[in-house]
């Protein structure tokens, strides 16, 4: 990889989760995670059950410095955080980031009340790398790393949700999940958020005939990303954020039908790359 690309990889794309099976074997099984390098820099957006295979690739790489980033902490995005291996080794900082529960808990509170007995064997207390947590407020411009700059946003998600756009030289990706939208409209404050993106990853959950039954549970459509990102000059669009009950066969339909409308639509897939 050139020191010049920003690099998108998606290791975990279903939503709800984890599904495994011969119908499912294309567009891959994991939850949320996300891996997105800015040159040499490398930046995790939540620790959905792909983390798991991601930990493993970026320390057999010699990858020592990890900043992970919550959307938010339902089960299917936290999923694979007890079994990221970087976070057991002496030699490994791993830096932690949440802003959808400010004012509520903070990002340690969180990862100590989920990384616990009943729900896992041990506590953090047994990790051996260098771990710390950010807590920002939704709204914050972030500056991680260097010349890395990252937006933020609240997203309409049960709980909260907070929306990034990740700002690298003149290339920007926003990740939009998990959110829901009013029928009809698009949010003038999303579109100036992703206005001229060079990728879009967005929430994809449901057809627009299932919206209907499924509204209030703060997910959204392919159709409706494909409306935004033309809306505001996307050039990509990432459908993600898949169904668990959504084969192959249908998620293939379903990309199908948001490519009629937005050429620059795809349903992202587990361990796919997109280099910007």
């Not at 930046?43 to 970026?58: K, P, V, W, Y």
Request: net charge negative.
């Amino acid at each position: 990889m050139q020191d010049d690309t920003l690099r998108v990889k998606f290791w975990g794309v279903r939503g709800s989760l984890p599904v495994s099976g011969e119908q499912f074997l294309h567009y891959g099984g994991n939850t949320p995670c996300i891996e997105i390098r800015c040159g040499k820099e490398v930046l995790i957006f939540d620790a959905g059950s792909g983390l798991r295979e991601a930990g493993l690739s970026l320390m057999s790489e010699g990858v020592s410095e990890f900043d992970v980033f919550f959307t938010h902490t339902h089960y299917d995005h936290i999923i694979g955080l007890p079994y990221f291996k970087p976070i057991y080794r002496c030699s490994s900082a791993v830096r932690f980031w949440s802003g959808h529960l400010h004012g509520k808990m903070s990002t340690a509170e969180m990862i100590n009340e989920f990384m616990r007995p009943p729900w896992f064997p041990v506590s953090t207390g047994i990790c051996q790398a260098s771990l710390d947590t950010v807590d920002f407020r939704p709204g914050e411009t972030l500056s991680p790393r260097k010349d890395v700059s990252i937006r933020t946003m609240s997203l309409v998600h049960p709980g909260g949700c907070v929306g990034y756009r990740i700002e690298w030289g003149e290339r920007a990706v926003a990740l939009i999940y998990d959110t829901e939208h009013e029928p009809g409209i698009l949010d003038p404050a999303l579109l100036e958020f992703i206005a001229g993106a060079d990728l879009m990853v967005y929430d994809c959950t449901y057809l627009e005939s299932e919206m209907p039954t499924f509204r209030g549970y703060g997910h959204s459509t392919g159709m409706h990303g494909s409306q935004l990102a033309k809306a505001a000059g996307v050039a990509r669009l990432a459908m993600f954020h898949h169904d668990p009950s959504r084969t192959d066969a249908a998620l293939a339909a379903m990309e199908q039908e948001v490519q009629a409308f937005f050429s620059g639509a795809f349903a992202a897939c587990d361990r796919q790359v997109i280099d910007l």
